[in-house]
């Protein structure tokens, strides 16, 4: 299969992830020479490859669906290797999962950096693995995010931790769309239901009011003033709280869609499913637009923007309050 243009390595990428591994294989267990000369006294030879650690399209080794274009491509998910390893990798990826090679592109950066003459290499390294570990357990895209500190780390680093930890919530909420899991249903009577719900809308309100902190204020604040670098532990806290958010979020939709109430009562109820699920969706696209504005060169001067809806549908309120009218009456009726 032929890998499309937007999860290649581009040129300026393979090079510089060439020179980072002094030409030789990241493999511990080869290490070999990957460029020489040929047999031109004027030419040369490279046995040299830039692999994919997360492959690069439906079907490679170690793919993963919910990347972004942009992530796959890019240096960070990259690893010089020679092509019998390249191919070693591929052909088992069960045995050479992506964890296991960015470990070995991670020690063997650290083994080049100590043979050029860095002397603090290894006082850097130790610095880095205990700085690591305050942050608990990140994917190793972040990890490696936090250590390199390129350009726009601050920004991807955002994207990648949302991406990588908001994947279980993503899943669960597919989950329950599908009806595959259930919850022991909360019975509400007829009498509970206005306390019900005026207290589900008073939950929402503040999910919302979370959700508007956490992307206009604090995200902004971690990242720091222009200029300024950003602070790396509030930008994976802050994320954390947004991931936070959105387990709240499902669990909210989960009240929503496992509470029993009376039949008269339960079209108000359902205008309420699916509520909490928008939002999700709605955050979801967070971490796919960061990458794809940060993986690449932002244009100078160009403004970029996402639009995020994080409010109840147009007419919602109302169709609720026509719901419930209709409701009362019924009951009223009934009870006559």
């Not at 290490?31 to 399209?57: F, K, L």
């Not at 850097?124 to 994917?139: A, C, I, M, N, P």
């Not at 222009?226 to 991931?243: F, H, K, Q, S």
Request: glycine letters at 6%; charged letters at 25%; aromatic letters at 10%.
């Amino acid at each position: 299969m032929t890998t499309p243009s937007a999860d290649r390595f581009k040129q300026s990428v393979v090079i510089t992830l060439a020179k980072r591994a002094a030409n030789r294989c990241s493999n511990p267990d080869c290490g070999t020479t990957t460029s020489g000369p040929s047999d031109d006294r004027s030419g040369s030879v490279n046995v040299g490859e830039a692999a994919h650690i997360y492959g690069a399209h439906p079907g490679s080794a170690r793919y993963d669906p919910v990347m972004a274009s942009a992530d796959r491509s890019a240096i960070t998910n990259a690893i010089w290797l020679c092509g019998n390893c390249h191919k070693l990798i591929d052909d088992d990826p069960n045995r050479y999962p992506a964890g296991l090679l960015f470990e070995w592109n991670r020690e063997h950066e650290q083994m080049i950096s100590s043979e050029v003459g860095k002397a603090g290499a290894s006082a850097r390294r130790r610095y880095e693995q205990r700085h690591l570990e305050e942050f608990g357990k990140l994917s190793y895209l972040a990890e490696r995010l936090i250590t390199e500190k390129d350009k726009y780390w601050e920004y991807k680093l955002t994207g990648e931790v949302l991406r990588f930890e908001m994947t279980p919530i993503l899943r669960r909420w597919a989950a329950l769309q599908r009806g595959l899991y259930i919850k022991k249903n909360q019975a509400v009577s007829a009498e509970e239901f206005s306390a019900w719900m005026q207290n589900v809308l008073a939950e929402w309100g503040q999910i919302i009011h979370a959700f508007n902190e956490l992307t206009n204020i604090d995200f902004v604040r971690s990242w720091g003033e222009p200029g300024v670098a950003g602070n790396d532990m509030d930008i994976v806290e802050t994320c954390r709280l947004y991931i936070e958010m959105c387990q709240s979020a499902l669990e909210w939709e989960e009240k929503i869609r496992f509470t029993k109430v009376d039949s008269r009562l339960d079209p108000v109820r359902a205008l309420f499913a699916g509520v909490a699920g928008y939002l999700i969706d709605q955050a979801a696209k967070v971490p796919a637009y960061i990458a794809s504005v940060f993986n690449d060169t932002p244009t100078p001067g160009k403004k970029y923007m996402l639009e995020m809806v994080l409010t109840l549908p147009d007419g919602w309120a109302e169709a609720v309050e026509a719901a419930f009218e209709q409701a009362a009456a019924e009951l009223a009726r009934d009870a006559s």
